[in-house]
């Protein structure tokens, strides 16, 4: 075993002597979710069995020391093939449930569930969230398959979302993730993936397990590490995520700071691979791509524009060691307009923040202070993005957030040369 | 007459020329350890300044707050050229506390000796308040942008408050490390802090009772800030 190989508990080691080797394996992490998991196991099941027949698979439930019988629910659920016109695996298939070791979080389940890949010799891997509720058999051809038959090692999920979910992804994570790597993909933080064993067993050579990918940066880690090490990359289209709703009390601004400092934390990693990279180009996409009308949703204006003006004044002495001070400027005299002549221009806003990268990156002062000061800024950019694209189709919102890409993608060649200095 | 004139002048000046002869190799001493000690001092001086640009102190300073401090209170450049200047004053007191010691002057050895005593007080005192300094710029920051994210209103005023609370604590705790005015100081600050506390709760209480009482109703009857259906990621 390599180095940093993970200790398996002995009742996992038994399990996989008895197997030995196998096809395809789907990895379920899971953390007190007995409510949920019994529909993504069945999906996965009937998955495996309706599009994988003759493959010899495996299931893998890598808990985080569930309370709630999440373990014991997943190990008794079965599925009624004939209900859904389903032969059994002809190839054979067996289901693991272990627990975890190591620091607690998502990366860390992963890590076990890379790590009985490596074991088995894996050739397809795929992971899905635990408290899915729009999953379908579908989604597991959808990540094997690219995998299996056409040779690819990363498949990035593509959902159908609302044209103002995940704007956090949409107005920094997508953007900076394209511009920097060159590749458009378009949910790089989705949280289901397909990937090739071979994939899996690099992970594991990486050093970064008890760092804050394990804890909550795996899925912009796995899509980067991809990436930027030349693996081939594809996505594929799952329509519509639905899925037990975060903790409504989570702060914004914690969140803004660990999805962010994920990714700048990588920056630092890639620099010689980011650096030399121009534009970028498509990735395929797999699956049938469609879309559906719009549900109006609510959306609180003038509190983010409230909270943006609060932040832009009280904040400005702190944003001057870092900020230039032509962009201060503007946000002063935004902070001072109503709502109809509210605007943060995409080339405003690519400079915030490739400036929140380089003070990341120089360290100018406490890392977990810097993000999080980004919180007002950032519902500043959403509050602008709302009010421009209002009346707007999904597919015209989606221009608009090409033309945001562009301009991350144009100014980049400031964020390399001002990064060595 | 002679005699007497031997008695006034000549002896003492006699005994002060032996004196001074007797005291000449104790100055030459004196002056060669001053002379080294500046020689030490401008190596200890380069030495830690490279030391310092090793380990990247600039950048630690600037991160927690340290220059930006230094700077408001007029103290310009790199806080590690600042390093490297306080060890070469350091080492060349050493050297003259030695220099001085070297010239047995009693009066002086007993002056030297009640600094020495007081050198670790004075030392100790120097970290609080330095500690407090970094201290208070972090939890003054720390509560600034919670505060903001939180859409309070008076954030800026909110994170001097926190900083300028650390700092006259780690101020306090230096002066009782100095024993100087022990009772005083301390009654001083329980006053000073107590009604510092007083005031903020009367103003927060007066000025902000329809906020607490918007924000009761809410937690009672279940309502609260107009929530959105945005999706952050």
Same mark, same amino acid.
């Given at each position: 075993m390599p180095e940093n190989s993970v200790i398996l508990g002995e009742d996992i080691r038994e399990q996989i002597e008895e197997v030995k080797e196998a096809d395809i394996l789907v990895g379920v992490p899971s953390y007190n979710n007995a409510r949920t998991i019994v529909h993504v196991v069945k999906a996965v099941e009937a998955g495996l069995s309706k599009y994988f027949p003759d493959n010899k698979s495996v299931l893998v439930n890598s808990d985080g020391g569930s309370i709630d019988g999440t373990m014991k629910v997943v190990k008794e659920t079965?599925?009624?093939?004939?209900?859904?016109? %389903?032969?059994?695996?002809? @190839?054979?298939?067996? #289901?693991? %449930?272990?627990?975890?070791? @190591?620091?607690?979080? #998502?990366?860390?389940a992963f890590r076990t569930i890379f790590e009985i890949a490596r074991v088995l010799k894996v050739k397809a891997c795929a992971v899905v969230d635990s408290d899915l509720r729009s999953i379908t058999p579908e989604w597991i051809e959808l990540l094997i398959k690219p995998i299996l038959n056409e040779d690819y090692d990363y498949v990035s999920p593509y959902y159908l979302r609302h044209k103002y979910d995940g704007t956090i992804t949409n107005t920094i994570v997508y953007p900076i993730t394209r511009a920097l790597y060159?590749?458009?993909?378009r949910q790089p933080i989705g949280g289901d993936f397909g990937f090739s064993g071979r994939l899996a067993s690099f992970y594991l050579t990486k050093d970064v397990w008890d760092t804050n990918v394990a804890r909550f940066g795996i899925d912009i880690w796995m899509t980067t590490t991809a990436v930027a090490n030349a693996f081939k990359v594809c996505q594929a289209f799952l329509g519509?995520?639905?899925?037990?709703?975060?903790?409504?009390?989570?702060?914004?601004?914690?969140?803004?700071?660990?999805?962010?400092?994920?990714?700048?934390?990588?920056?630092?990693?890639?620099?010689?691979?980011?650096?030399k990279v121009s534009n970028s180009e498509p990735v395929s996409t797999f699956g049938f791509v469609y879309s559906v009308g719009l549900e109006p949703i609510k959306v609180n204006l003038d509190g983010m524009i409230e909270k943006f003006k609060l932040g832009a004044e009280e904040l400005s002495s702190f944003y001057e060691s870092f900020l230039p001070t032509e962009l201060l400027r503007y946000l002063g005299d935004m902070a001072g307009k109503t709502k109809d002549n509210f605007s943060i221009p995409d080339d405003l806003w690519v400079e915030i923040i490739y400036n929140f990268a380089l003070a990341y990156h120089k360290r100018v002062m406490s890392q977990e202070h810097l993000l999080k000061s980004l919180t007002p800024l950032y519902l500043g950019k959403v509050a602008s993005f709302v009010i421009e694209t209002w009346?707007?189709?999904?597919?015209?919102?989606?221009?608009?957030?090409?033309?945001?890409?562009?301009?991350?993608?144009?100014?980049?060649?400031?964020?390399?040369?001002k990064w060595e200095r | 007459?002679?005699?007497?004139?031997?008695?006034?002048?000549?002896?003492?000046?006699?005994?002060?020329?032996?004196?001074?002869?007797?005291?000449?190799?104790?100055?030459?001493?004196?002056?060669?350890?001053?002379?080294?000690?500046?020689?030490?001092?401008?190596?200890?001086?380069?030495?830690?300044?490279?030391?310092?640009?090793?380990?990247?102190?600039?950048?630690?300073?600037?991160?927690?707050?340290?220059?930006?401090?230094?700077?408001?209170?007029?103290?310009?450049?790199?806080?590690?050229?600042?390093?490297?200047?306080?060890?070469?004053?350091?080492?060349?007191?050493?050297?003259?506390?030695?220099?001085?010691?070297?010239?047995?002057?009693?009066?002086?050895?007993?002056?030297?000796?009640?600094?020495?005593?007081?050198?670790?007080?004075?030392?100790?005192?120097?970290?609080?308040?330095?500690?407090?300094?970094?201290?208070?710029?972090?939890?003054?920051?720390?509560?600034?942008i919670a505060s903001v994210n939180a859409g309070v209103k008076f954030s800026r005023l909110l994170g001097k408050g926190v900083k300028a609370i650390v700092v006259l604590l780690a101020f306090v705790m230096a002066l009782e490390q100095l024993g100087i005015g022990r009772g005083t100081v301390i009654v001083a600050f329980t006053i000073l802090f107590g009604g510092f506390v007083f005031a903020l709760?009367?103003?927060?209480?007066?000025?902000?009772?329809?906020?607490?009482?918007?924000?009761?109703?809410?937690?009672?009857?279940?309502?609260?800030?107009e929530k959105d259906d945005l999706t952050h990621i």
């Amino acid at each position: 075993m390599p180095e940093n190989s993970v200790i398996l508990g002995e009742d996992i080691r038994e399990q996989i002597e008895e197997v030995k080797e196998a096809d395809i394996l789907v990895g379920v992490p899971s953390y007190n979710n007995a409510r949920t998991i019994v529909h993504v196991v069945k999906a996965v099941e009937a998955g495996l069995s309706k599009y994988f027949p003759d493959n010899k698979s495996v299931l893998v439930n890598s808990d985080g020391g569930s309370i709630d019988g999440t373990m014991k629910v997943v190990k008794e659920t079965t599925v009624d093939f004939a209900s859904m016109l %389903v032969r059994h695996q002809l @190839g054979g298939y067996r #289901k693991f %449930v272990t627990p975890y070791h @190591g620091v607690p979080g #998502k990366g860390s389940a992963f890590r076990t569930i890379f790590e009985i890949a490596r074991v088995l010799k894996v050739k397809a891997c795929a992971v899905v969230d635990s408290d899915l509720r729009s999953i379908t058999p579908e989604w597991i051809e959808l990540l094997i398959k690219p995998i299996l038959n056409e040779d690819y090692d990363y498949v990035s999920p593509y959902y159908l979302r609302h044209k103002y979910d995940g704007t956090i992804t949409n107005t920094i994570v997508y953007p900076i993730t394209r511009a920097l790597y060159g590749k458009r993909i378009r949910q790089p933080i989705g949280g289901d993936f397909g990937f090739s064993g071979r994939l899996a067993s690099f992970y594991l050579t990486k050093d970064v397990w008890d760092t804050n990918v394990a804890r909550f940066g795996i899925d912009i880690w796995m899509t980067t590490t991809a990436v930027a090490n030349a693996f081939k990359v594809c996505q594929a289209f799952l329509g519509a995520k639905i899925h037990d709703a975060k903790d409504p009390g989570a702060d914004l601004s914690a969140m803004l700071h660990q999805v962010v400092s994920s990714v700048f934390d990588l920056t630092e990693e890639y620099f010689p691979v980011w650096s030399k990279v121009s534009n970028s180009e498509p990735v395929s996409t797999f699956g049938f791509v469609y879309s559906v009308g719009l549900e109006p949703i609510k959306v609180n204006l003038d509190g983010m524009i409230e909270k943006f003006k609060l932040g832009a004044e009280e904040l400005s002495s702190f944003y001057e060691s870092f900020l230039p001070t032509e962009l201060l400027r503007y946000l002063g005299d935004m902070a001072g307009k109503t709502k109809d002549n509210f605007s943060i221009p995409d080339d405003l806003w690519v400079e915030i923040i490739y400036n929140f990268a380089l003070a990341y990156h120089k360290r100018v002062m406490s890392q977990e202070h810097l993000l999080k000061s980004l919180t007002p800024l950032y519902l500043g950019k959403v509050a602008s993005f709302v009010i421009e694209t209002w009346e707007s189709t999904a597919e015209e919102v989606e221009q608009r957030l090409e033309d945001l890409c562009i301009a991350f993608e144009k100014a980049k060649m400031y964020l390399v040369e001002k990064w060595e200095r | 007459m002679k005699n007497i004139s031997e008695h006034i002048l000549t002896e003492p000046l006699k005994d002060f020329i032996q004196r001074l002869l007797a005291f000449m190799p104790n100055l030459l001493t004196c002056l060669i350890i001053f002379v080294f000690g500046f020689i030490a001092a401008w190596i200890v001086k380069y030495v830690v300044s490279k030391i310092a640009n090793l380990l990247r102190v600039d950048r630690f300073c600037a991160k927690v707050g340290i220059t930006e401090t230094f700077g408001k209170v007029g103290i310009k450049g790199p806080p590690a050229r600042l390093l490297s200047r306080i060890f070469y004053w350091l080492v060349l007191i050493i050297f003259v506390i030695i220099a001085l010691y070297t010239l047995r002057v009693p009066a002086i050895e007993k002056l030297l000796e009640k600094f020495f005593l007081y050198l670790p007080d004075l030392f100790v005192a120097a970290l609080l308040i330095i500690i407090g300094y970094i201290l208070g710029n972090f939890l003054g920051r720390t509560a600034l942008i919670a505060s903001v994210n939180a859409g309070v209103k008076f954030s800026r005023l909110l994170g001097k408050g926190v900083k300028a609370i650390v700092v006259l604590l780690a101020f306090v705790m230096a002066l009782e490390q100095l024993g100087i005015g022990r009772g005083t100081v301390i009654v001083a600050f329980t006053i000073l802090f107590g009604g510092f506390v007083f005031a903020l709760s009367l103003s927060f209480g007066l000025g902000g009772k329809d906020i607490a009482r918007q924000y009761l109703e809410g937690k009672v009857k279940g309502e609260s800030e107009e929530k959105d259906d945005l999706t952050h990621i």
